[in-house]
């Protein structure tokens, strides 16, 4: 996919705010600070249209982004950010899972993993998660730039096996930085939203 128009369309954090229309969307998920924004702004060819890295775990919303009048990108606030009272973690859970069981427009969810780290319980409960909703999905390896590419191969075999992911589900070493990756998320979004 070749972006030349992507656009903010939304933000809520209940199904009022949501956008309206029938365009498929893909989810963003994963831990506060991952790299989810720097995603989307990474597919969007933008600098700035997802706000990055400003205080983690502070992004309680739901963003949704229209990319070429075909489909829209939603960036999920993020999870296990260390800082946050439960009453926050609550709310998190209600935004995150009301959207994902009830959105039927939802038509796959991209799950983000640090590269560096092996998966944490909590991604290892969100992928259990994602397997139980039955949608397609993809496992996108953040910030492979800050490793080097000989390891890539064996740091994806580790989160292939902490994550116990069956092995159609694809896993995409992706640098937003060094703009790593583009065609190859592109290609599985197209698959998955059947664009
Ligand atoms: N080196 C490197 N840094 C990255 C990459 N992607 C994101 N970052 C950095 O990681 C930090 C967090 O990125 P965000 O995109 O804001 O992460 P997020 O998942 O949206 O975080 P929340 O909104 O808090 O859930 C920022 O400082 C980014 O610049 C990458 O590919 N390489
Ligand atoms: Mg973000």
Same mark, same amino acid.
């Given at each position: 996919m070749n972006v030349k128009n992507a656009e903010h369309i939304a933000t809520a954090v209940?199904?009022?705010g949501y956008p309206n229309g029938n365009l498929p969307e893909i989810a963003m998920v994963g831990?506060?600070?991952?790299?989810k924004s720097s995603l989307i702004n990474f597919l969007t060819k933008s600098k700035s249209l997802a706000k990055v890295?400003?205080?983690?775990? &502070?992004?309680r919303v739901i963003n949704f982004f229209n990319v070429e009048n075909k489909l829209i990108l939603v960036d999920l606030p993020g999870y296990?950010? $260390?800082?946050?009272?439960e009453s926050e973690r609550k709310r998190w859970e209600k935004i995150v899972e009301t959207y994902l069981n009830n959105?039927?427009?939802?038509c796959g969810i991209i799950m983000l993993v640090d590269i560096r780290h092996l998966p944490t319980e909590l991604d290892e409960i969100m992928y259990r998660w994602i397997i139980t909703m039955g949608k397609p999905h993809i496992i996108v390896a953040t910030k $492979?730039? &800050?490793?080097?590419?000989?390891?890539h191969q064996r740091l994806i075999n580790e989160i292939r096996r902490t994550l116990d992911l069956a092995p159609g589900v694809p896993v995409i070493p992706v640098s937003a930085t060094r703009k790593m990756g583009y065609s190859e998320v592109w290609s599985e979004i197209k698959k998955i939203c059947m664009i």
């Open positions: 209940s199904p009022e831990r506060s600070n991952v790299g890295g400003n205080t983690p775990g &502070k992004t296990g950010y $260390a800082k946050v009272s959105r039927s427009q939802l $492979a730039d &800050k490793v080097s590419r000989s390891h």
